[in-house]
């Protein structure tokens, strides 16, 4: 039984180990899952997104517009903060459901939570293991331009509207280095998984 927290910036490869980990049992719960979850269409939460950021962030469908919202909290601390005090708890409330859930059905499960924000939002909590994917930012950057779209501008300001690397790497117990293949990334997190279950490496 152990409950371990997945985290890094945007373009970091979280989401291949998080994979990766799914692949040899490991139960993953994915953050961002769990925040579209709570703001769903009709949720107490988007009633209290609508009544802090006005009806243009409701779509005519009853569906959160997250472009609409975006663009209101992106660039402004106070709204962000705003709308992290109506989600954040939310979703520390849902994900410890998924948590308990988990382990009622397997004691010795493991269980990954496969959260982004986790130096803003919840690094204080008891992880068992704080677990990093960690690639430098100008990797990253590279990433999002070459894999997701972005341009040069669009992508630096992803980057700089995070947390640093530096919190992160102040954080972590295990560190990943996803700076090199794809390969060499999962043999870390395999390696990783190996430690988890207390068995012994590769000879």
């Known amino acids: 039984m152990a409950l371990i ?26 953050a961002d899952a769990v925040v579209r979850d709570v703001q769903r269409a ?9 009544d802090a950021f006005g009806d243009g962030v409701v779509g005519l469908d009853g569906a959160l517009d997250r472009a609409a919202l975006a663009g209101i909290v992106f660039t402004d601390d106070a709204a ?6 109506i989600v954040h708890p939310a979703v520390r409330a849902e994900s410890a459901r998924r948590f308990e859930e988990a382990f009622a059905h397997d ?9 982004p924000l986790l130096v803003e939002a919840r690094a204080d909590e008891p992880w068992d ?6 690639a430098p ?9 070459s894999l997701r779209g972005m341009t040069d501008e669009e ?12 919190q992160r790497l102040a954080i972590a117990d295990v560190v990943i280095d996803t700076a090199g293949s794809l390969e060499e990334t999962l043999a870390q997190t395999d390696a990783l998984w190996r430690r988890l279950r207390g068995q012994p490496g590769p000879s």
């Open 42 to 50: 009709g949720s107490p939460v988007l009633e209290q997104i609508r």
């Open 155 to 166: 992508a630096r300001a992803r980057v700089a509207a995070q947390t640093s690397d530096a």
């Open 5 to 30: 927290a997945l985290t890094g910036g945007i373009a970091s490869g979280k989401s291949t180990i998080a994979h990766r980990l799914r692949s040899h049992g490991a139960v993953v719960v994915d």
């Open 107 to 115: 004691p010795d499960a493991i269980v990954v939570y496969d959260v």
């Open 80 to 85: 962000r903060e705003r709308l992290n005090a």
């Open 129 to 134: 293991l704080v677990v990093l994917a960690h």
């Open 137 to 145: 930012a100008g990797v990253r950057r590279e990433r999002l331009v």
